[in-house]
């Protein structure tokens, strides 16, 4: 699967922006979203069962982020709502194939996500 995220920016703490990650090639299982801040590890921010739409979040986005799926365009968005300094990080999805879905096997390339105070 072949992934293109796009949609990071400059925001103001607060506001909000929505990533979208398009999706060709073969099929998937799930969707995921992950971050890494500077000097930080990955973290796990969003996931999507593509077959039923169930949705995970991270502790630190539930009740502010949102992911969602357009399955006719093979996009999943991320959308970024009251958003936190901390909230600063590279932003990439990923997806998992079918036949192993507890790993994501294929990434994006990352769209930064700049959070100002």
């Known amino acids: 699967v072949q992934l293109q995220a796009s949609g990071g920016g400059l925001v103001q703490a607060g506001g909000s922006l929505r990533l979208s990650c398009v999706a060709s090639g073969r099929t998937f299982y799930k969707m995921g979203w992950f971050r890494r801040a500077p000097g930080k590890e990955r973290e796990f921010v969003a996931s999507?069962?593509?077959?039923?739409?169930?949705?995970y979040y991270g502790d630190s986005v539930k009740d502010r982020f949102t992911i969602s799926r357009d399955s006719a365009k093979n996009t999943a968005h991320l959308q970024m709502n009251n958003l936190k300094p901390e909230d600063t990080a590279v932003y990439y999805c990923a997806s998992s194939s079918p036949f192993s879905t507890a790993v994501y096997d294929s990434w994006g390339q990352g769209t930064e996500v700049t959070v100002s105070s």
């Open positions: 999507i069962i593509w077959n039923g739409g169930r949705t």
